[in-house]
């Protein structure tokens, strides 16, 4: 299977993953809100095409109310039943119910660790099945292939770009935490 970098290359039309290949993957997220906007797309995205996901992420921003964590925390069943019909978003419940709970978790990792990047940051290094063990020990919906593609496209585990990918230096200059030391 071809690498994101070989697909987009060979396919620029597709202008969404595009956009997306060379301003947001792999790139570091400082803000919780992105952080957790990242997360519940890649959610979104178990069982479908990235590309669906990427055109509705307008739409998912707008339903959600820009991913703000604490809002969505006290989402109520008026607010669960409003996304449920919301034909511009994935209308399945098990998703819909994993932001709700999963926003409602970062909450509390942000009372013990300020923030859900500095709970992140307080994790690294680990290897993926860590990772993986973390996630599924303190959020709902998040496997293995959920998990590894969330650090890797905010920066955290490495294998976003390859290396003579034209975006790579650009990403490496940030300074990502899959190139930090410990």
């Known amino acids: 299977m071809p690498s994101y970098c070989v697909y987009v290359a060979a396919n620029p039309e597709v202008t969404h993953n595009k956009l997306y290949h060379d301003h947001e993957y792999g790139f570091p997220i400082d803000n919780d809100n992105l952080l957790f906007e990242r997360l519940m797309l890649e959610i979104n995205q178990a069982g479908l095409s990235w590309i669906t996901i990427l055109k509705k992420a307008d739409n998912f921003r707008k ?4 991913f703000d964590i604490d809002r969505i925390a006290a989402y109520t069943p008026r607010d669960r039943n409003r996304l449920l019909k919301d034909a511009g978003i994935i209308r399945n419940r098990l998703k819909i119910n994993a ?4 926003a409602k978790r970062i909450k509390t990792l942000k009372a013990e660790n300020k923030t859900f990047k500095g709970w ?16 599924k020990t303190n959020f709902v919906f998040t496997g293995g292939e959920i998990v590894r ?14 290396k003579d990918c034209p975006i790579y230096p650009i990403v490496a200059r940030l300074n990502p935490a899959w190139m930090r030391k410990a």
Do not use: R
């Open 99 to 102: 932001a709700i709970e999963n």
């Open 120 to 135: 992140l940051n307080q994790h690294h290094p680990a290897s993926l099945e860590d990772w993986t063990k973390l996630f």
């Open 63 to 66: 339903a959600y109310n820009n």
């Open 149 to 162: 593609e969330f650090l890797v496209s905010t920066g955290y585990l490495p294998g976003a770009h390859d």
